[in-house]
């Protein structure tokens, strides 16, 4: 089995001055003004249009997400999470919050675990479906992928809904995707600010090492950071 951490992939590659100047274009045909299109004229649009509560011009624009999750988060955010690699070797589960590598839970964790992995094989073995088995088999922690596209008014919703109630780890990966899409797009996400957990350095290079994996990370589509 392999211990890995959540984390996020945007599928688009965006353009964040593209977004801009579409969501400007298409609401000045919602709300008509004096408003002039010029070259560096779409930032303060949105602006002051989302400052104003006049959101629905950010349906016009719309981004895709893979999230690598445990099963419970997966559910919250799609109806359709698949198991992530359901016929590789070795499945993958997410460590929980505060789990320590090393300690007496780490090693009750992982071992029974690897057990409901072994009989996962065989219950493949005998023709069973991979991704029916693995719901009926494993804990909530089995980490499971699941896909979310939305426009950007939804994605606010999203952030604004799921960060308040989010255990620690999952409000860290979902402020890191906040951040690459504040980064991508400017402007309208500028205004939806959480604070951020930040776990304990010592604990997290523990737990990194052992799940040979790296902190949660928001990746774009070429994979770069």
Same mark, same amino acid.
């Given at each position: 089995?392999?211990?890995?951490?959540?984390?996020?992939?945007?599928?688009?590659?965006?353009?964040?001055?593209? &977004?801009?100047?579409?969501?400007?274009?298409?609401?000045?045909?919602?709300?008509?003004?004096?408003?002039? &299109?010029?070259?560096?004229?779409?930032?303060?649009?949105?602006?002051?249009?989302?400052?104003?509560?006049?959101?629905?011009?950010?349906?016009?624009?719309? &981004?895709?997400?893979?999230?690598?999750?445990?099963?419970?988060?997966?559910?919250?955010?799609?109806?359709? +999470?698949?198991?992530?690699?359901?016929?590789?070797?070795?499945?993958?589960?997410?460590?929980?919050?505060?789990?320590?590598?090393?300690?007496?839970?780490?090693?009750?964790?992982?071992?029974?675990?690897?057990?409901?992995?072994?009989?996962?094989?065989?219950?493949?073995?005998?023709?069973?479906?991979?991704?029916? @088995?693995?719901?009926?088999?494993?804990?909530?922690?089995?980490? @499971?992928?699941?896909?979310?596209?939305?426009?950007?008014?939804?994605?606010?919703?999203?952030?604004?809904?799921?960060?308040?109630?989010?255990?620690?780890?999952? #409000?860290?990966?979902?402020?890191?995707?906040?951040?690459?899409?504040?980064?991508?797009? +400017?402007?309208?996400?500028?205004?939806?600010?959480?604070?951020?957990?930040?776990?304990?350095?010592?604990?997290?290079?523990?737990?990194?090492?052992?799940?040979?994996?790296?902190?949660?990370?928001?990746?774009?589509?070429? #994979?770069?950071?």
């Amino acid at each position: 089995m392999k211990a890995i951490r959540p984390y996020t992939q945007i599928f688009d590659d965006i353009d964040g001055q593209k &977004i801009l100047k579409k969501l400007e274009v298409c609401g000045m045909v919602c709300y008509p003004s004096d408003h002039k &299109i010029k070259d560096d004229s779409a930032e303060e649009f949105v602006s002051n249009h989302i400052r104003d509560g006049h959101e629905d011009i950010l349906d016009h624009a719309s &981004i895709t997400v893979k999230f690598v999750v445990d099963r419970k988060t997966a559910h919250k955010i799609s109806n359709h +999470p698949i198991i992530m690699d359901p016929t590789s070797e070795e499945l993958s589960f997410i460590i929980p919050h505060g789990l320590k590598f090393g300690s007496p839970h780490w090693k009750l964790w992982k071992e029974y675990r690897k057990k409901c992995e072994i009989q996962y094989k065989k219950n493949i073995e005998d023709g069973m479906n991979p991704n029916l @088995v693995a719901f009926a088999t494993f804990p909530e922690d089995l980490c @499971v992928e699941a896909v979310k596209t939305a426009t950007i008014r939804e994605w606010r919703n999203f952030f604004v809904e799921m960060v308040p109630n989010a255990d620690p780890q999952m #409000k860290d990966t979902y402020c890191s995707l906040l951040d690459n899409l504040k980064t991508m797009i +400017p402007v309208v996400f500028d205004n939806i600010i959480f604070d951020r957990f930040e776990e304990d350095a010592e604990e997290h290079q523990c737990n990194s090492a052992a799940a040979g994996t790296e902190k949660s990370v928001v990746y774009s589509q070429n #994979k770069t950071r």
